[in-house]
């Protein structure tokens, strides 16, 4: 069978995965959605949960893409350093399967001192060039548990950065002294602007965090919403690494939407023009792009 005959495509994160059936032409066929991530599967059973993707949508050829190649997933695929374009990461998958079930490499830029790496994302924007949703010398910010702001040059990752935001915002919300005001959504509006513009322009983040609750003791917090502030103060402290590594011009912002909402509202108040692409479509241009290059 032929990659162009029909394969399925799956985005294996840490705590939930994405497949989808996709046939002759691009067409999508079928989708499934659950949370078992990576972290969800027992030691020697990731077999079973693919064989668990094929009832679903077919026995069908597949690339796994994400963390079920990192060193906690299933079989470490090994990083394709930047400058990395869509041929680099076809030659690269690792067969588990020949020529039937490969796992996608993630990409690692490394510059002086500094070091970084992703997996999943990648994928998505090598497809939203394929697809022109992205220019081939664009900025892409991708909002994630960790946010990747990348720079592309010629449709290839010339260098990117990682921002533990939404990791952080996670762990105030479930496991800081915090907990009991994050309660509630993040949402733009005066209390995220207010904490953007905060964390953009000050270098307070960590003494920052912990007045969210000293105003809210000390009854200064009258009509702001906590979890929106903090937010705020998360994603203001990130555009301001982020915006020092980007490119000038237009910021792409590439995700799902309930993140890429939140940073269209901050990069706004940073004044920067933003365009926001749906991951899950650029996702599958991905894939679609990377098993053209398996014919």
């Given at each position: 069978m ?7 495509a ?9 497949a ?5 032409g ?6 499934m959605?659950?949370d078992l ?6 030691k020697?059973?990731?077999?079973e949960?693919v064989a ?8 069908l ?5 994400g963390?079920?190649g990192?060193n906690r997933?299933?079989i470490?695929?090994?990083?394709v350093p930047?400058?990395?374009g ?9 067969w588990?399967?020949p ?10 830029w490394t510059?002086?001192?500094q070091?970084d790496?992703?997996?999943?994302e ?11 949703m ?5 900025t892409v910010?991708?909002?994630g548990?960790h946010?990747?702001?990348v720079r592309l ?10 921002v533990m ?6 762990l ?6 915090l ?6 959504p993040a ?10 513009q905060r964390g ?9 965090l ?5 105003r809210?003791l000390l009854?200064k917090e ?6 929106s502030y903090t ?15 980007a ?6 912002i590439m995700g ?10 901050a ?6 023009e933003t365009?926001?692409v749906?991951g ?9 792009h990377l ?5």
């Open positions: 032929r990659w162009s005959d029909g394969f399925i799956v985005d294996w994160g840490t705590t939930n995965r994405r989808y059936a996709i046939g002759p691009g067409a999508r066929l079928g989708e959605e659950d991530g990576i972290l969800s599967v027992p020697g059973g990731f077999p949960a668990a993707i094929r009832d679903r949508l077919g026995y050829p597949m690339l796994l893409a963390m079920i990192s997933g299933w470490e695929a090994p990083y930047c400058p990395a869509a041929d680099e990461l076809a030659r690269a998958i690792h588990v399967e020529e039937r079930l490969g796992i996608v490499p993630g990409v690692s510059e002086h001192e070091a790496v992703m997996r999943g990648e994928v998505q924007l090598f497809g939203a060039v394929a697809s022109n992205v220019g081939p010398v664009a910010c991708h909002p548990t946010n990747k702001w040059e010629g449709g290839r990752i010339l260098g990117f950065r990682t935001t939404g990791e952080i915002f996670n105030l919300r479930e496991h800081s002294i907990a009991d005001l994050l309660a509630e949402r733009p509006g005066d209390s995220f602007a207010a904490g953007v953009f322009a000050e270098n307070d983040l960590i003494a920052d912990f007045s969210v609750r000293a809210a009854g009258e009509g702001v919403e906590a979890a937010s705020g103060l998360l994603i203001g402290a990130d555009l301001a690494i982020g915006l020092r590594f490119w000038h011009g237009e910021i792409v799902r939407p309930e993140l890429t909402e939140l940073y269209a509202a990069l706004a108040l940073a004044r920067r365009r926001v749906d899950e479509q650029a996702f599958v241009a991905g894939a679609i098993a053209e290059r398996l014919q």
